[in-house]
């Protein structure tokens, strides 16, 4: 246990330094389910006006704005992060080593554009800042609706912890 954590703890870490690689992770293919894409430019459409979208599509892109902000914020206790993460029950030695990781206490995200995949899938475009400047701009993973909530996917806490070269039970 004890191994597995600081495996998770390093991977964190490398998470943090090695972000501005986070970028190549991302590919063409249609997202699905929580499968890290790439998005079109600000006022661009990413995909067909038929991908589908929430009934409600402006709640859906505050609340994944506000989510994704929390779930990247070090002040958001272990058990948020948790609710706000795709599986996060499942993922929870991941999430406690980006709690006890010191540079993980001035990163922070901003969600600068979200493109819905489906009334249940969204692309993501945000930017990860550290210290409030800008480490990895442009960044894109995907949000999942999953019990009633838009959390930030597996598969994109998973290409950033991939980028550290540690592997980590749950990724």
Request: a neutral charge; glycine letters at 0%.
């Given at each position: 246990?004890?191994?597995?954590?600081?495996?998770?703890?390093?991977?964190?870490?490398?998470?943090?330094?090695?972000?501005?690689?986070?970028?190549?992770?991302?590919?063409?293919?249609?997202a699905t389910g929580n499968q890290v894409t790439s998005t079109a430019p600000p006022g661009m459409t990413a995909r067909p006006s038929d991908a589908g979208e929430p009934d409600d599509p402006a709640a859906a892109r505050a609340e994944i704005t506000r989510n994704w902000t929390a779930f990247f914020d070090a002040d958001t206790p272990a058990a948020e992060r948790v609710k706000l993460l795709e599986n996060g029950e499942e993922m929870k030695d991941v999430l406690a080593a980006f709690a006890g990781n010191p540079q993980a206490a001035a990163t922070t995200a901003k969600v600068t554009g979200v493109a819905f995949t489906s009334a249940s899938g969204a692309d993501v475009t945000y930017d990860l800042l550290v210290g409030g400047n800008p480490l990895l701009p442009d960044s894109r993973g995907t949000s999942v609706l999953q019990d009633d909530t838009w959390k930030v996917s597996v598969k994109t806490l998973c290409g950033l912890v991939k980028l550290s070269g540690v592997t980590v039970d749950g990724c």
């Open positions: 246990m004890v191994l597995r954590r600081r495996a998770a703890a390093l991977a964190a870490a490398a998470v943090l330094l090695l972000t501005p690689a986070v970028a190549a992770c991302s590919d063409d293919e249609p």
